[in-house]
């Protein structure tokens, strides 16, 4: 069965430090890939996607992913996080037909 | 240009209620999808909508539940009856597309519902 793994439960990060968010999949078939955000006390929102093409995509407020797929790996990155991070971020693999795999989500606290 | 709009945003019933949830997606969007985030999951898609026809319906548990999206645009979700384990947020979405193509999929607010 398809499945999105998200390595991190919870990352606690201090302003200005590295993230790199890990999502693994488990889907044999041609691959589109999501991070999504959720702000506290806001709805879903999309932070990037990956269809085809450059495997390195850059998304909304500096961030960006990586598409590996030898390693079934999509991991989200950016090189110095803000306190206004800080919210809960998803991996997502989109099956034929729309369906959205979620992975189970990783929060991310960053201290001032 | 409008988002996903839901209601209520939070529900409270005791077990064996019966409870209705509203979607209305962004005007002109095909696909309408509804999930379940159960606390500390990612959403579970439970169905999704072609226009007023259904594509994937696979993982409603139809004995509880029931959605419809009779004239193609909003859409009702229903569970009868509820049970201690529906306690989740209730997640609609909407694409552009049939779902195939590029477009994301643009979520509402949700609908808390706590089972008593």
């Known amino acids: 069965a398809q499945s999105v793994s998200q390595h991190n439960h919870h990352v606690i990060l201090s302003e200005a430090a590295s993230l790199e968010l890990g999502c693994n999949y488990s889907?044999?078939?041609?691959?589109?890939l999501f991070w999504y955000v959720q702000y506290p006390g806001q709805h879903l929102q999309l932070l990037l996607k990956y269809f085809s093409g450059d495997p390195l995509v850059k998304g909304i407020k500096g961030f960006e992913a990586e598409f590996i797929k030898s390693k079934f790996s999509f991991n989200l990155r950016k090189p110095s996080v803000q306190w206004s991070d800080t919210a809960e971020y998803f991996c997502a693999v989109k099956l034929r037909g729309g369906k959205l795999i979620f992975g189970q989500g990783t929060e991310l606290s960053v201290k001032p | 240009e409008a988002g996903v709009a839901q209601s209520p945003r939070y529900k409270i019933i005791e077990k064996r209620q019966s409870v209705a949830f509203w979607c209305n997606p962004i005007s002109g969007h095909a696909t309408l999808y509804w999930y379940q985030q159960i606390l500390g999951q990612g959403p579970k898609l439970l169905i999704q909508?072609?226009?007023?026809?259904?594509?994937?319906d696979s993982q409603l548990p139809k004995d509880r539940f029931s959605a419809e999206r009779l004239k193609g645009v909003d859409s009702t979700l229903k569970i009868q009856p509820a049970k201690l384990e529906d306690s989740a947020v209730y997640l609609c979405?909407?694409?552009?597309?049939?779902?195939?193509?590029?477009?994301?999929?643009?979520f509402g607010p949700g609908t808390r519902l706590t089972v008593l």
């Open positions: 889907y044999g078939g041609t691959v589109n």
């Open positions: 909508f072609q226009n007023n026809g259904v594509v994937d």
């Open positions: 979405a909407s694409s552009l597309d049939s779902g195939t193509g590029s477009n994301e999929q643009f």
